[in-house]
């Protein structure tokens, strides 16, 4: 079975451009996360999708970012304009929703903001 | 409000030394618990995980058991190997399916 696709896995950009970032969750996943990760903040969850619908956007860092997630089977993350400090791996995962379900994770998008 | 505390790093083991992560949670209710594993350039992969009080997780030679009184959920292997260098996540998640993070410990097998 596919597991979480994540498009591009690497992302090269000037200040100020507009970045988009693209998710596949696994098939019948009703849970769906974006996490960034750097080497100073660590893992930081920006949001969480269930069914669809935005549950918890509290980490998204401020007004630049923005997530949607159209159908079950897609989420984007979008990042306008984005800066330097935005640089960093994005994760997406998915989950089956169950309180006993583990998340799995795409292999990252790795943007470098110049 | 839910948390997961691990063990700072870095650690440095020789070959077949004996692992051991440490792992503490502040949860309400019951949490499933995990222990993910993160290859570098890779994303998080799951080890094991845990779901209820007693319960013993285990893969590739590590195990954690799920401890309510202590609220533990500690990270050991016998006898480690170079192919186990990689960074360790011990998460929970609650009855809602919120995911929450330990901030992961490095970890570098020399031969």
């Known amino acids: 079975d596919a597991g979480v696709i994540q498009s591009p896995r690497h992302e090269v950009t000037e200040m100020g451009q507009e970045v988009t970032l693209r998710c596949k969750p696994i098939s019948g996943h009703n849970s769906l996360f974006w996490y960034r990760q750097t080497m100073m903040r660590g893992l930081e969850l920006l949001i969480y999708f269930n069914n669809n619908v935005p549950i918890d956007d509290s980490g998204m860092p401020e007004d630049r970012f923005s997530a949607k997630m159209p159908n079950a089977s897609f989420s984007t993350l979008k990042i306008q304009p984005s800066e330097p400090r935005d640089s960093a791996v994005y994760f997406c995962?998915?989950?089956?929703?169950?309180?006993?379900?583990?998340?799995?994770f795409g292999e990252g998008s790795r943007l470098t903001v110049l | 409000g839910n948390s997961v505390t691990q063990m700072e790093g870095p650690v440095t083991l020789s070959e077949e030394a004996f692992l051991t992560i440490n792992c503490t949670y502040t949860?309400?209710?019951?949490?499933?618990l995990f222990w993910y594993v993160q290859y570098p350039g890779e994303g998080l992969q799951l080890l094991l995980k845990a779901t209820k009080a007693d319960d013993k997780g285990s893969n590739k030679g590590f195990e954690a058991t799920y401890r309510k009184e202590t609220t533990s959920f500690h990270l050991e292997k016998g006898s480690v190997q170079v192919s186990d260098s990689a960074v360790y996540f011990c998460a929970l998640s609650d009855v809602g399916n919120q995911f929450y993070f330990g901030t992961g410990t490095s970890l570098t097998v020399i031969p």
């Open positions: 995962a998915s989950s089956s929703g169950t309180s006993t379900g583990e998340l799995f």
């Open positions: 949860a309400t209710g019951y949490p499933s």
